[in-house]
């Protein structure tokens, strides 16, 4: 069954784009993530006449669609009314190259009959400034140029270059490649520059995905989850952001619509998290770079919830009006307001996401004091605001509470600043960290727990249910058999169990009450299952998660029950965290898999 967002994510750490069932690319900001989407449609209302690229089979009947086995590389194939059929195979090139990762921000396009002689039309149709700039169009000797107001793209291709700059039909009789990219001259043959980087690239994503260290069981949808992490993560900087895209909204004709493409500390924890789980550590890595610096230039240690992928720079929200939006839905929103809030639980997510740099022996250089000394200024706020009101994690822009979930994480990050200290051999620091976070945990049993309701709250000043209170065995704070954490598990299935999902919370908000289940909460409510020895529930309700899947195993931010069909950013990286972490716990160990019958 096809739903709005069937789409296909094709990226290389610095660039990605999003192509539809037929293969038209309708989303590419460039020249980085969260740069000007140069391709738009995907914004652009129910029918948008520009904003994309595509190769549009005359008489188009059927089309089919999949990744190259284990890698980024998308396959679409066009049949028309008369059996006449091509492939159109889109890459961003990433391979290793003079010792170094070449990702530059290209996008390379093959077009190949497979049989007979099909019509098609070529067309590229970028846009600049959000929708309000029509690029000017300039040919050259086999390329086009495309210029903006701020930038330039060139099309370089071997197919007749008056086609392609008239949209003229033309018979595919011979393979075709197209390279979009920087306006920079191609000397190389367009054919073979194009087959070389296809097949560079297909290999890189077949090795990366070789050194997985994956379930016995689901081990596709995970190798996509993983590719998918890996392509949301900006290199340059270290930078994971939340999905590739803006202003999908989170629910039919809801004003809930959001800027994804910037680096939300919280979410980024979780990313390599589920990557460490893998045995993929260079992301972490790179994340606890991205972090050194983002704490280096924060006064005091203070911590915004997220960032832009170059953390120095404002990202202010607005709406852009040239834009209708997601199926018309609009508005547009460019930046994002959650940068202003205060969500004290990133102190935690942060000190977590570089536990492991502490104690995992395959890294090059382990990390070390300086890098201890440099949280310690995180956990001194975790101390002074774990107890304070916050917008929480789901950033209700209308009021603040003292979030249990933000308290618990500022716990679980002095918690592990005080076992990075023992294993550092720093026994003071280590007791010092420990107190204080016994002292938070006994404050929080005391004023989050309700013996009335036998179970947790959403915040000390409330009695509502929070689905990330589903998360606290995860962190430690709990065990998952604790009758505290049975009970909160059997509140939220009373509470916020709808039509087989987890919605996050039970109250309204700024908007009013959500419409759609968030699917990282499904997971983390699978995962509380298996947790608390639920395995048959927890195993079927993993199934139903997977069942709502696009056409290519992907996942949104949220879904409606009511439908099965997806909504909010795609690809969302927690919905893909989530699925890697369930499948990783669920599932039956290679030993059992494969003798145990």
Same mark, same amino acid.
């Given at each position: 069954?096809?739903?709005?967002?069937?789409?296909?994510?094709?990226?290389?750490?610095?660039?990605?784009?999003?192509?539809?069932?037929?293969?038209?690319?309708?989303?590419?900001?460039?020249?980085?993530?969260?740069?000007?989407?140069?391709?738009?449609?995907?914004?652009?209302?129910?029918?948008?006449?520009?904003?994309?690229?595509?190769?549009?089979?005359?008489?188009?009947?059927?089309?089919?669609?999949?990744?190259?086995?284990?890698?980024?590389?998308?396959?679409?194939?066009?049949?028309?009314?008369?059996?006449?059929?091509?492939?159109?195979?889109?890459?961003?090139?990433?391979?290793?190259?003079?010792?170094?990762?070449?990702?530059?921000?290209?996008?390379?396009?093959?077009?190949?009959?497979?049989?007979?002689?099909?019509?098609?039309?070529?067309?590229?149709?970028?846009?600049?400034?959000?929708?309000?700039?029509?690029?000017?169009?300039?040919?050259?000797?086999?390329?086009?140029?495309?210029?903006?107001?701020?930038?330039?793209?060139?099309?370089?291709?071997?197919?007749?270059?008056?086609?392609?700059?008239?949209?003229?039909?033309?018979?595919?009789?011979?393979?075709?490649?197209?390279?979009?990219?920087?306006?920079?001259?191609?000397?190389?043959?367009?054919?073979?520059?194009?087959?070389?980087?296809?097949?560079?690239?297909?290999?890189?994503?077949?090795?990366?995905?070789?050194?997985?260290?994956?379930?016995?069981?689901?081990?596709?949808?995970?190798?996509?989850?993983?590719?998918?992490?890996?392509?949301?993560?900006?290199?340059?900087?270290?930078?994971?952001?939340?999905?590739?895209?803006?202003?999908?909204?989170?629910?039919?004709?809801?004003?809930?619509? &959001?800027?994804?493409?910037?680096?939300?500390?919280?979410?980024?924890?979780?990313?390599?998290?589920?990557?460490?789980?893998?045995?993929?550590?260079?992301?972490?890595?790179?994340?606890?770079?991205?972090?050194?610096?983002?704490?280096?230039?924060?006064?005091?240690?203070?911590?915004?919830?997220?960032?832009?992928?170059?953390?120095?720079?404002?990202?202010?929200?607005?709406?852009?009006?040239?834009?209708?939006?997601?199926?018309?839905?609009?508005?547009?929103?460019?930046?994002?307001?959650?940068?202003?809030?205060?969500?004290?639980?990133?102190?935690?997510?942060?000190?977590?996401?570089?536990?492991?740099?502490?104690?995992?022996?395959?890294?090059?250089?382990?990390?070390?004091?300086?890098?201890?000394?440099?949280?310690?200024?995180?956990?001194?706020?975790?101390?002074?605001?774990?107890?304070?009101?916050?917008?929480?994690?789901?950033?209700?822009?209308?009021?603040?509470?003292?979030?249990?979930?933000?308290?618990?994480?500022?716990?679980?990050?002095?918690?592990?600043?005080?076992?990075?200290?023992?294993?550092?051999?720093?026994?003071?620091?280590?007791?010092?960290?420990?107190?204080?976070?016994?002292?938070?945990?006994?404050?929080?049993?005391?004023?989050?727990?309700?013996?009335?309701?036998?179970?947790?709250?959403?915040?000390?000043?409330?009695?509502?249910?929070?689905?990330?209170?589903?998360?606290?065995?995860?962190?430690?704070?709990?065990?998952?058999?604790?009758?505290?954490?049975?009970?909160?598990?059997?509140?939220?299935?009373?509470?916020?169990?709808?039509?087989?999902?987890?919605?996050?919370?039970?109250?309204?908000?700024?908007?009013?009450?959500?419409?759609?289940?968030?699917?990282?909460?499904?997971?983390?409510?699978?995962?509380?299952?298996?947790?608390?020895?639920?395995?048959?529930?927890?195993?079927?309700?993993?199934?139903?998660?997977?069942?709502?899947?696009?056409?290519?195993?992907?996942?949104?931010?949220?879904?409606?029950?009511?439908?099965?069909?997806?909504?909010?950013?795609?690809?969302?990286?927690?919905?893909?965290?989530?699925?890697?972490?369930?499948?990783?716990?669920?599932?039956?160990? &290679?030993?059992?898999?494969?003798?145990?019958?």
């Amino acid at each position: 069954m096809s739903q709005p967002l069937d789409l296909a994510p094709v990226g290389n750490g610095i660039i990605a784009a999003l192509f539809d069932r037929i293969g038209r690319c309708s989303w590419l900001c460039w020249p980085r993530f969260d740069g000007d989407p140069v391709f738009c449609a995907l914004l652009g209302g129910e029918a948008p006449q520009d904003g994309f690229m595509e190769v549009e089979l005359v008489g188009l009947k059927h089309s089919r669609q999949n990744y190259r086995r284990n890698t980024a590389v998308l396959e679409t194939e066009l049949e028309d009314e008369n059996g006449a059929r091509l492939r159109i195979t889109d890459a961003a090139p990433r391979f290793s190259r003079f010792g170094r990762i070449f990702r530059p921000p290209m996008l390379v396009r093959r077009i190949e009959p497979l049989s007979g002689t099909p019509l098609i039309r070529l067309r590229v149709r970028p846009r600049g400034d959000w929708g309000k700039d029509a690029p000017i169009k300039r040919a050259g000797s086999n390329h086009l140029r495309f210029f903006t107001e701020t930038q330039a793209l060139r099309v370089t291709t071997d197919a007749p270059l008056v086609c392609l700059a008239e949209e003229a039909p033309f018979l595919l009789d011979r393979p075709v490649s197209v390279i979009l990219g920087p306006d920079e001259t191609v000397p190389e043959n367009t054919e073979s520059l194009v087959d070389d980087f296809i097949r560079h690239t297909t290999n890189y994503w077949l090795d990366w995905s070789r050194g997985l260290h994956l379930p016995f069981e689901w081990q596709d949808a995970v190798i996509r989850a993983a590719i998918t992490l890996k392509m949301c993560a900006f290199e340059e900087t270290g930078a994971i952001v939340a999905a590739l895209t803006t202003s999908i909204p989170e629910a039919p004709h809801t004003e809930r619509n &959001w800027d994804y493409r910037y680096c939300w500390l919280r979410d980024a924890f979780f990313t390599v998290q589920a990557l460490n789980r893998l045995g993929t550590t260079r992301t972490m890595e790179d994340y606890i770079r991205y972090v050194t610096n983002v704490v280096a230039i924060s006064p005091g240690g203070v911590l915004r919830p997220c960032y832009p992928l170059v953390p120095s720079l404002p990202m202010p929200e607005r709406i852009e009006e040239a834009l209708p939006g997601f199926l018309g839905m609009g508005p547009v929103r460019v930046g994002n307001q959650a940068a202003e809030q205060v969500q004290n639980d990133v102190y935690g997510s942060v000190i977590m996401a570089a536990a492991q740099m502490f104690f995992d022996r395959r890294l090059p250089r382990p990390a070390g004091e300086p890098l201890f000394r440099l949280l310690e200024r995180l956990g001194e706020q975790a101390e002074k605001l774990a107890l304070q009101p916050d917008a929480g994690i789901w950033e209700y822009r209308g009021r603040e509470r003292t979030h249990t979930f933000s308290a618990a994480m500022c716990w679980a990050g002095l918690a592990r600043l005080s076992g990075i200290a023992r294993h550092l051999g720093l026994e003071r620091e280590a007791e010092r960290w420990a107190a204080s976070a016994r002292n938070l945990h006994a404050i929080i049993c005391e004023r989050a727990f309700r013996p009335h309701l036998n179970s947790f709250v959403e915040s000390f000043e409330s009695d509502g249910m929070d689905a990330a209170l589903l998360l606290l065995p995860e962190i430690g704070f709990l065990h998952a058999t604790d009758p505290r954490f049975l009970g909160t598990l059997d509140r939220v299935t009373q509470r916020l169990l709808h039509q087989g999902f987890i919605y996050r919370y039970d109250m309204a908000d700024d908007f009013g009450r959500p419409e759609t289940a968030f699917l990282v909460c499904s997971f983390w409510y699978v995962d509380a299952l298996a947790a608390a020895g639920r395995l048959d529930e927890a195993r079927a309700m993993f199934g139903s998660i997977l069942s709502c899947r696009n056409h290519l195993g992907l996942l949104a931010e949220d879904l409606d029950p009511k439908r099965n069909h997806l909504w909010g950013n795609f690809p969302q990286t927690y919905s893909h965290v989530g699925l890697i972490l369930s499948a990783m716990r669920l599932s039956r160990s &290679w030993e059992h898999g494969l003798w145990g019958g």
